[in-house]
């Protein structure tokens, strides 16, 4: 016969604590372990570029060799440099072309493709797209044919329609600018379009039904239903659009190399052409910091004069 011999009351309890806080740590842990890539990945991609391009952005460095410290050298020369002058000018013109003209007109087209009865639907919305996928060296190829001055299609119509041709449009400063917006226009807007229009599918259909019972009419009800309702996404478009027009680069470069006389050079054209073209890494890198730092402090800025904290909440 086997006897059976019970401990003390509070053993198996004693027990069975010490057990989970033996495995209380383990899972602790586990959460910092699936979350880790993650920051690994920014610490890596991000925060060492960053810290990287600011340490060089004070040396002198062609490439090779040890990079020689020189101090705020770089960005006093960056004061008094004309062509990063005329970069940022550029730059400013391409951003505000970019907010104030591709983002309205995506909202336009957005709003007219969410419109009920429209025929063929799936396949505007394709079309519509089609240019965000497209390689941007085919981009500058088609548009090089669009803009030639002898045989292209921009003069072509001009012809047909006016009859004038022969114009400069990647010769002349100013035309070769609104030759960067077209392309901008042609091809950004049907990305963001999709942004917007995943919005509108998520209002109400209740709000504007509530609107037409006032009797609100189209524009009343876009103003007071449809624009309040897309404030998370449009702030985020806005912020998007801006940080991409700030960093353009294959626009000016394939079409017109920056040029003529500098008037599509950009930021980034800039700093490709100080470290790739002349060796001056250092210069660069100090244009680069001088970029990092517009953008992020504007950004901000923007973000905070659509609300887009607020919206969000």
């Keep these: 016969m086997t006897t059976t011999v019970a401990g003390p009351p509070g ?23 699936f979350i880790s890539p993650f920051y690994l990945l920014y610490v890596l991609f991000m925060l060492v570029p960053v810290g990287v391009s600011l340490w060089l952005s004070l040396t002198e460095w062609v490439g090779l060799g040890t990079p020689h410290w020189v101090g705020l050298r770089n960005y006093r020369l960056l004061a008094t440099d004309i062509s990063f002058h005329r970069a940022l000018g550029n730059t400013a013109v391409f951003v505000l072309v970019a907010v104030c003209l591709v983002v309205p007109l995506a909202l336009l087209i957005a709003q007219g493709l969410n419109t009920r009865g429209l025929r063929v639907r799936d396949l505007w919305r394709t079309a519509y797209f089609v240019p965000i996928v497209v390689s941007p060296i085919l981009v500058a190829l088609i548009f090089g044919l669009v803009f030639d001055r002898q045989f292209g299609l921009a003069n072509a119509v001009l012809r047909s329609l006016f009859g004038t041709g022969g114009v400069d449009w990647l010769g002349d ?24 229009l995943a919005g509108l599918q998520n209002v109400p259909r209740e709000l504007y039904e509530a609107a037409a019972l006032d009797g609100a009419g189209r524009l009343h009800t876009f103003t007071t239903v449809t624009l309040p309702a897309l404030k998370p996404v449009t702030a985020f478009v806005v912020v998007t659009s801006f940080i991409g027009a700030a960093q353009i680069f294959e626009e000016p470069y394939l079409l017109t190399g920056g040029g003529p006389a500098e008037s599509t050079l950009s930021v980034t054209m800039f700093i490709y052409r100080a470290a790739f073209q002349r060796q001056q890494f250092g210069y660069a890198a100090a244009a680069a910091v001088v970029l990092f730092v517009l953008v992020f402090g504007l950004s901000r800025l923007v973000n905070r004069l659509l ?5 969000a909440s």
């Design 173 to 196: 400063p100013g035309l070769a600018k609104v030759s960067i917006a077209l392309v901008m226009l042609w091809r950004w807007t049907g990305y963001l379009t999709v942004f917007f």
């Design 307 to 311: 609300g887009i904290g607020k919206a």
């Design 11 to 33: 053993a198996a309890r004693a027990h069975s604590t010490q057990g989970r806080e033996e495995h209380r740590p383990r899972k602790a842990w586990a959460p910092y372990l």
